[in-house]
């Protein structure tokens, strides 16, 4: 599983980035649609569910736990879109 960012409903607050205690996330750099940055997953390894397979298990959820506005959510593909 990896964590994926929705441009489409992230407003750059930064919440994710400060959350995560492996630093999978960093600021974007790349405005978005709506006017922000959105963070990109700099270091999708690093994170705690990057190897399961099966998101009921998961280990460590802070950041799509703590977005306000819901943009972060698991892709279950490997990252293989």
Known sequence: MQV???????KG?????LVCPRGVFKQGSSLS????FPPIVDSPEKCA?????????AVCE???????????????SGGKD
Request: charged residues 35%; contains cysteine.
């Open 62 to 76: 802070m950041c799509i736990l703590t977005c306000p506005d819901h943009a972060l959510d698991w892709d279950t």
């Open 4 to 10: 994926r960012v929705n441009p489409d409903y992230c």
């Open 49 to 57: 569910n990057w190897k399961r397979k099966d998101k009921k298990r």
């Open 13 to 17: 607050c930064g919440l994710c980035i």
């Open 33 to 36: 649609e709506r006017g922000y």
